[in-house]
């Protein structure tokens, strides 16, 4: 019942060069059975737009504003993403919550803001390492689900990534029992608080440290609806494989 999802997150890569390496990934996927989100900088949105347009990529951003328009010098708003070709955006990833001290309150009007301009919004979630080791991961992604998912999410306007910050861009990745854990949490989580049509349709992404080696493993653990690529994403020599592993992972 849910479509898989292959999401890129380019972070602050990317110029307009790189529309080569979008083209080439939107070519090896002309009938992929999972979607395919590619989240660019805001500066090639508008440009990437254009050139996919007839392809099945959805194209993303990685953050907006939480208002639709002010005083709020180099921000963005929803609808300004919108305009520019997005569908959906990033929201919440701890880049962001650490480098902008962003908390999940401020996520989750994001997240609103988003949906409310017709955007679907991927809100991350994740523990450090210090949370893990003491043993609080479990506690941690609670609450930042309940505070960060607004109250008027669904299967089609909400994604979440549940991204351990010591896994991402270190080659670290979680091992599957950790990530079946957190998933199948999260999972709970939504059914219990949304019921389960909205519990049960929400994608669950995992990312940190995706690569096509340990994608396969990844994408045959329970609840885990695809991922959230970083660093993999930039080339379509790494991103082929992890989205052609994804069209043939089981359905969990
Ligand atoms: P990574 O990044 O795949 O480079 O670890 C993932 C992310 O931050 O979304």
């Given at each position: ?15 307009r ?32 737009a254009?050139?996919l ?58 997240a ?16 450090s ?8 991961t ?13 109250d008027t999410?669904?299967?089609?306007n ?26 199948d ?13 909205v ?54």
């Amino acid at each position: 019942m849910r479509r898989k999802l292959a999401a890129g997150n380019w972070k602050m890569n990317g110029t307009r060069a790189s529309l080569a390496e979008v083209q080439a990934i939107a070519k090896a996927h002309p009938a992929a059975q999972s979607d395919l989100l590619l989240c660019l900088p805001a500066t090639l949105l508008s440009l990437a737009a254009d050139q996919l347009s007839g392809t099945s990529v959805i194209l993303g951003a990685q953050d907006c504003h939480s208002e639709p328009s002010g005083a709020h010098t180099g921000d963005l708003s929803a609808a300004m993403l919108v305009e520019a070709g997005a569908r959906a955006v990033i929201v919440g990833h701890s880049e962001r919550r650490e480098n902008h001290e962003e908390s999940s309150e401020l996520v989750r009007a994001k997240a609103r803001a988003a949906n409310e301009a017709g955007l679907m919004s991927v809100i991350c979630l994740g523990e450090s390492l210090a949370q893990r080791e003491a043993a609080n991961t479990l506690d941690i992604i609670a609450g930042q689900l309940s505070a960060s998912v607004p109250d008027t999410a669904t299967g089609e306007n909400t994604v979440i990534a549940y991204e351990p910050i010591w896994a991402i861009g270190t080659g670290m990745t979680a091992t599957t029992a950790q990530i079946g854990e957190v998933h199948d949490f999260i999972r709970a989580r939504l059914e219990r608080r949304f019921g389960a049509g909205v519990g049960l349709s929400t994608r669950i992404l995992y990312g940190g440290s995706v690569k096509p080696a340990n994608a396969a493993e990844i994408f045959a653990v329970s609840n885990v609806d695809g991922a959230l690529v970083g660093g993999a994403s930039l080339t379509q020599a790494d991103f082929t494989p992890i989205v052609t592993a994804l069209d043939a992972a089981p359905e969990n």
